[in-house]
């Protein structure tokens, strides 16, 4: 792992990055969505085809993506769900340039560029969210619809009934541990409150601007008596978790762990089973659990920006992510794919890469964006309450 994940820090589920990073964008030129390079078959205007047949057909949207020659996109990690092996498999199959701006943010700094830098060359053409930020984008009318070919194949309430996001992969909230660092690893959320865990439980990010670490705080509360409606649960853990002197407010990364920094890490399990294959060639014994206590799924979801400065690109890279191709590469950095059940139906998925899946019970359940929205609303008020002193 070269480079650290997308924790969208300050990053929120809402994974948020920083002002400053988008502030230079407005040093760009002006792009022209309506340029030649963006015309499909019959002159048709890509920067609103809402699907590759109103692009002219999948042949008339891949040249004029080629045309273009470039996708702008931003806060993946080539080391997040595999991101490293999609970017080259695009790359590779379309030849187009893939150029990642500030591949550790978060969602929020997503929108931020997104907003910052319309009618600019370097505004980024896609987005990767999480999913309330995903549907915050599409409340705000930033993104655009648009229907993959797969798009009748994702399930119902993982996509957006206009198509301006769709969820693409996911997974588990577990519990990450050092175990040559820390002598008994935790297994759950109650775990995490006994004293021999004092000042190493960290989580991936802040919960008011980072999916994942929105994702820990929810599923605190669930293993705290909460639910979806309530969150609240989710604030008083971690409150007390400071209390106790357990919680780490170092922001865990690959970095942070493999300097002993983080021991343990509430993250998704993609990413907490990633380390522990990357890390084992550095010495240290990476051991992950799904706490039983507070079983939390979710997805983070893709959208186009309404105003990317290659259309064409951007609807290209969405039909690569949803082919079979591309879902299984996310496989393969240990995320559950959106179309993941389709797959296995029509035998297209990779067996081999499901397999090494950490093993979870029964069927997950995810929060409406109304209960999301409230969840966000509360975590920005009380957070830092709750962490401080």
């Given at each position: 792992m070269t480079t650290a994940p997308r924790i969208r820090r300050n990053t929120g589920i809402?994974?948020?990055?920083t002002a400053s990073a988008f502030a230079l964008a407005a040093c760009g030129a002006k792009s022209d969505a309506k340029s030649v390079d963006s015309a499909g078959k019959g002159g048709q205007n890509i920067a609103t085809a809402g699907s590759a047949k109103d692009a002219g057909g999948m042949d008339a949207l891949v040249t004029a993506a080629k045309k273009e020659g470039t996708l702008n996109a931003i806060a993946i990690p080539r080391d997040w769900a595999n991101y490293g092996a999609i970017i080259d498999g695009f790359s590779k199959k379309y030849g187009i340039k893939v150029a990642v701006d500030n591949p550790d943010g978060t969602s929020q700094d997503e929108i931020n560029?997104?907003?910052?830098?319309?009618g600019q060359d370097r505004a980024p053409d896609v987005l990767?969210?999480?999913?309330s930020f995903a549907q915050a984008a599409a409340q705000q009318g930033l993104t655009a619809p648009y229907r993959v070919e797969a798009y009748d194949k994702i399930a119902e309430g993982q996509k957006d009934a206009q198509a301006r996001w769709f969820n693409d992969y996911g997974g588990y909230v577990s519990i990450g541990c050092d175990a040559k660092r820390v002598k008994e690893c935790p297994q759950t959320f109650a775990d995490l409150l006994k004293p021999q865990y004092k000042?190493?439980?960290?989580?991936?990010?802040?919960?008011?601007k980072s999916g994942s670490a929105f994702a820990g705080v929810y599923a605190a509360s669930l293993a705290s008596g909460g639910s979806f409606d309530d969150i609240q649960p989710g604030l008083d853990f971690f409150a007390k978790l400071k209390k106790s002197g357990n919680y780490n407010p170092v922001e865990s990364t690959p970095a942070t762990v493999?300097?002993?920094?983080?021991?343990?890490?509430i993250d998704w399990d993609y990413l907490n089973s990633g380390y522990g294959e990357e890390f084992k060639t550095k010495g240290l014994d990476w051991k992950v659990a799904v706490p039983t206590d507070g079983v939390y799924a979710q997805y983070?979801?893709?959208?186009?920006?309404?105003?990317?400065?290659?259309?064409a690109a951007a609807r290209l890279w969405q039909e690569y992510l949803y082919s079979a191709e591309g879902q299984n590469l996310w496989l393969k950095g240990h995320a559950r794919p959106a179309l993941m059940t389709v797959m296995e139906q029509d035998g297209t998925l990779d067996k081999d890469a499901a397999a090494k899946l950490p093993k979870v019970g029964g069927t997950p359940k995810f929060p409406s964006e109304q209960q999301t929205a409230r969840a966000k609303t509360v975590l920005a008020q009380g957070w830092a309450k709750a962490?401080?002193?």
């Open positions: 809402a994974l948020a990055l560029a997104v907003k910052t830098r319309k990767d969210l999480g999913a000042g190493q439980v960290a989580l991936n990010g802040n919960p008011t493999e300097k002993g920094e983080t021991p343990i890490s983070y979801s893709q959208a186009v920006n309404k105003d990317a400065p290659h259309p962490i401080s002193g």
